[in-house]
T-cell receptor, first 114, second 116 residues
């Protein structure tokens, strides 16, 4: 079955370290998204991509970067991790031909920055 | 400023009764609304949606109502079941002027607990 996976599921790192969170989908969806979930804020968009080599900043993009070298993967990189980036991160994908705007989410990565 | 607001962080109802989850929005350009359900340690899953040209959409036990004049939508679950206990997120989207893919703006979520 097609799916969307994230790795690692849990990560503890130290302030200042570079961290990369992986997202992989097998639906062949053009659109991919990264969100963070924090109490009281719901899901906030970090970065998104409409296709290979396309990346765009979302609402809370400072301190994060993404790259899209193929359809299946959108890794999220924290260049220099900060305690404010402790959060749960969700990757999502969407079929660009879907008129319902439904996004399909991965299981999430819980990141703790000490 | 949050464009999509869920003012109730939590809601408890008895099994078999109706659950009503509310959502308000401020952007009058939003033209499509979705509800997602999230269990602990899992990603959100799509539940039901509604276009702004409608005022009601029903799918089994789940019904979403949209009141555009009040910029308000609600999710009704009837009858509520213990398995419905989860966090429910309201989301909205607006067509991009460039025609590119639409982004979702999420509310902060409501934790629903259905008591046996």
């Amino acid at each position: 079955d097609a799916e969307i996976t994230q790795s690692p599921r849990h990560k503890i790192t130290e302030t200042g370290r570079q961290v990369t969170l992986a997202c992989h989908q097998t639906w062949n969806h053009n659109n991919m998204f990264w969100y963070r979930q924090d109490l009281g804020h719901g899901l906030r968009l970090i970065h998104y991509s409409y296709g290979v080599q396309d990346t765009n900043k979302g609402e809370v993009s400072d301190g994060y970067s993404v790259s899209r070298s193929n359809t299946e993967d959108l890794p999220l990189t924290l260049e220099s991790a900060a305690s404010s980036q402790t959060s749960v991160y969700f990757c999502a994908s969407r079929n660009s031909g879907d008129p319902t705007d439904t996004q399909y989410f991965g299981p999430g990565t819980r990141l703790t920055v000490l | 400023d949050q464009q999509v607001k869920q003012n109730s962080p939590s809601l408890s109802v008895q099994e078999g009764r109706i659950s009503i989850l509310n959502c308000d929005y401020t952007n009058s350009m939003f033209d499509y609304f979705l509800w997602y359900k999230k269990y602990p340690a899992e990603g959100p899953t799509f539940l039901i949606s509604i276009s702004s040209i409608k005022d009601k959409n029903e799918d089994g036990r789940f019904t979403v109502f949209l009141n555009k004049s009040a910029k308000h939508l609600s999710l009704h679950i009837v009858p509520s079941q213990p398995g419905d206990s989860a966090v429910y997120f309201c989301a909205a989207t607006v067509a991009s002027s460039s025609g590119s893919a639409r982004q979702l703006t999420f509310g902060s979520g409501t934790q629903l607990t259905v008591l046996p």
